[in-house]
């Protein structure tokens, strides 16, 4: 079996907590089943940790702390991830996105991160996770508006969207955060390689009603695929599911407005919430 690739430590905190617990174990004596029995977690849970894979919980990571003579060296570091902005479900997915040369969205709920505006991603954000404090909040939005570098770099990936109506059709905190970001919506779509389009309530049932759908495809690697909804998230990589995946967005893009139509609903969209009235759902 080969051995296992070298995390980077450099490449997120979990990857730092990854590489420093083996270190732990290996000077404390104990192989990853002898440290899981004396928590007790399943060794298969301490390979998870080691490889960054999955951040222990705040109990068992006080007892490595305290079984390896981490000095708190473990709890600091815990502290900080969990402070991170963005939740181990979505982080390995940030990963893949980043490397990512056509990324394929469908949206159920709200614009996607990619083309937030702060304003409407910090409503967003307030509003889905009202227990954060307001720097939280603020740290959230730095991240996710951090992410939108990648629309930027001198070879961008392809991005297609596919919008519910609800996500124009629902005010978020009133007209001006919604007109703000509608028209920041049309700008994206305007450069060559971003489509938007949008899924029409008309349009009736459809094969993406579950929640968010995101395809992601590389140079030289198999696509994956996003599952989102609420507070979870999914990463898919067995290549039939993801065809699967796949096929259901072929169909959400088939049936939703053409680009230019859905760019020339937006407007009206735009113009409806400049009289503060609710957008005509016709």
Not at 28 to 34: E, L, S
Not at 53 to 59: F, G, I, W, Y
Not at 161 to 166: A, C, G, Q
Request: some cysteine.
């Amino acid at each position: 079996m080969p051995a296992p690739k070298e995390l980077d430590p450099s490449a997120s905190l979990p990857a730092l907590y990854g590489m420093k617990l083996p270190k732990l174990r290996v000077r404390a004596g104990f192989t990853q089943r002898g440290l899981g029995d004396l928590i007790p977690v399943a060794h298969s849970r301490i390979a998870q940790f080691e490889l960054g894979k999955e951040t222990p919980p705040e109990d068992v990571n006080t007892r490595l702390d305290e079984i390896l003579e981490a000095d708190g060296d473990l709890v600091d570091l815990w502290t900080h991830i969990k402070r991170t902005p963005i939740p181990d479900w979505a982080r390995k997915f940030v990963t893949y996105e980043a490397r990512a040369n056509a990324m394929h969205k469908y949206t159920a709920h709200s614009v996607p991160g990619l083309l937030q505006t702060e304003a409407y991603a910090r409503e967003v954000l307030r509003h889905g996770q009202p227990w954060c404090t307001v720097e939280e909040i603020e740290e959230k939005v730095t991240a996710r508006l951090s992410r939108q570098s990648l629309l930027r770099k001198p070879q961008p990936p392809l991005l297609w969207v596919v919008l519910d109506e609800s996500v124009i059709r629902r005010p978020v905190e009133g007209p001006t955060v919604m007109r703000e970001q509608l028209a920041s919506v049309l700008e994206a779509a305007r450069t060559p390689r971003i489509e938007v389009q949008v899924m029409l309530f008309v349009a009736g049932a459809h094969s993406a009603m579950g929640g968010s759908l995101t395809l992601l495809s590389f140079d030289n690697a198999p696509d994956v695929a996003y599952l989102e909804a609420g507070h979870s998230g999914e990463l898919v990589e067995d290549r039939a599911m993801v065809a699967r995946h796949s096929h259901r967005y072929a169909l959400v893009h088939a049936r939703a407005l053409p680009p230019e139509a859905s760019a020339a609903l937006i407007r009206r969209a735009m113009k409806e919430y400049e009289t503060c009235a609710v957008p005509d759902p016709t």
